[in-house]
């Protein structure tokens, strides 16, 4: 039987044309399920410190349930936790880390949130790892003590830093200025350690859980020691202050520092707007609770967390209803 006229010219398809067909539909079908997939951001830190690692393995487990809730978790590389609380306020991110001290500062719009308000859409999520001030100077510096840093070059740290804060807080207490330093360096976190061992400054400053990738790094690369704080220094800075307490770092965590090390330290708190839906902020809660061992495995400064303190302790802003919700369900807050 003669084939239709229309069947005459026509000509099979070759294997490449058949292949790039089926990429182009593949590529159409993973287009359409990206628009449809929801992601929350979270605002970290610098890259050495611990926000970040800590953040990426919260994520990491929100999205072994992504099936379930529905929305993809990724992390954000920021200046620190005075970024992650404006960019919390302006919608930017919807979850942020942040030191204790500064969520005092921003809920009640003081300092360097004065201009901005009171942030009263603020909301805790949970309190995690404490953040001793540590300070870290070359071993040849001539340094042996908080007082001797006067006439240095010391790194305050980039604008957005917690770190800044802080140090600002501090020096309020010692009755210093920056003129009390020979130089202040605006470095990022992530160059100080090799600013330190260049010679470039004299004094690095850093609000951080440990173990930090940061201080192993810079107590490896060049000989440098990190310095005590007086006692006297320690209650000035606790006075009246509920969001700073009495912190130590543990002697032979670094090279050349065998000794405890005496200071302060703050809470480093997850934060999120009181916009953010309550079934996200649950589900993000329920993957880190639920998965509470494997969390703990993930970086050796979430080792020590304790469920009971998480929810009760360093909280500053309310808690997120969505998180009260999972708190409530499984005993650890009582109404």
Not at 43 to 50: A, I, N
Not at 60 to 87: K, M, P, Q, W
Not at 161 to 168: I, V, Y
Not at 241 to 264: C, H, L, Q, S, W
Request: a negative charge; hydrophobic letters at 40%.
């Amino acid at each position: 039987m003669p084939l239709h006229p229309s069947y005459n010219n026509y000509k099979i398809p070759s294997a490449l044309t058949v292949l790039g067909l089926l990429l182009l539909w593949a590529w159409s079908i993973n287009v359409y399920a990206a628009r449809d997939e929801q992601y929350i951001a979270v605002g970290t830190g610098g890259v050495t410190g611990v926000y970040y690692p800590a953040g990426g393995a919260i994520c990491r487990l929100v999205n072994r349930g992504r099936n379930d809730h529905g929305f993809r978790c990724s992390t954000e590389s920021t200046a620190g936790g005075i970024y992650n609380l404006n960019a919390l306020r302006e919608g930017d991110i919807d979850l942020g880390i942040a030191q204790s001290d500064s969520v005092y500062k921003a809920v009640r719009g003081i300092d360097e949130f004065e201009s901005s308000g009171g942030d009263g859409k603020l909301r805790s999520v949970f309190s995690a790892y404490t953040e001793p001030f540590t300070l870290v100077v070359r071993a040849d510096s001539g340094i042996d003590s908080l007082d001797d840093m006067k006439g240095k070059r010391v790194n305050i740290g980039e604008k957005g830093a917690g770190q800044r804060s802080t140090l600002d807080a501090l020096m309020k207490v010692k009755g210093w200025d920056k003129e009390d330093f020979s130089a202040t360096i605006e470095l990022k976190a992530s160059e100080q350690a090799a600013a330190l061992c260049a010679g470039d400054i004299d004094v690095m400053i850093y609000m951080i859980g440990h173990p930090s990738g940061a201080i192993k790094e810079v107590t490896t690369s060049c000989d440098s020691r990190l310095i005590a704080l007086d006692e006297k220094v320690i209650e000035a800075m606790l006075a009246g202050n509920d969001y700073f307490e009495k912190a130590v770092i543990p002697g032979g965590m670094y090279r050349g520092n065998d000794k405890p090390i005496a200071t302060f330290g703050v809470g480093a708190t997850m934060l999120a707007s009181s916009d953010m839906p309550d079934q996200e902020v649950y589900a993000v809660v329920k993957a880190v609770f639920e998965q509470f061992e494997i969390f703990q495995k993930l970086h050796p400064a979430l080792a020590g967390l304790n469920k009971k303190q998480m929810v009760s302790e360093g909280l500053i802003a309310p808690i997120h209803p969505g998180a009260l919700r999972y708190y409530n369900e499984v005993g650890l807050v009582k109404e």
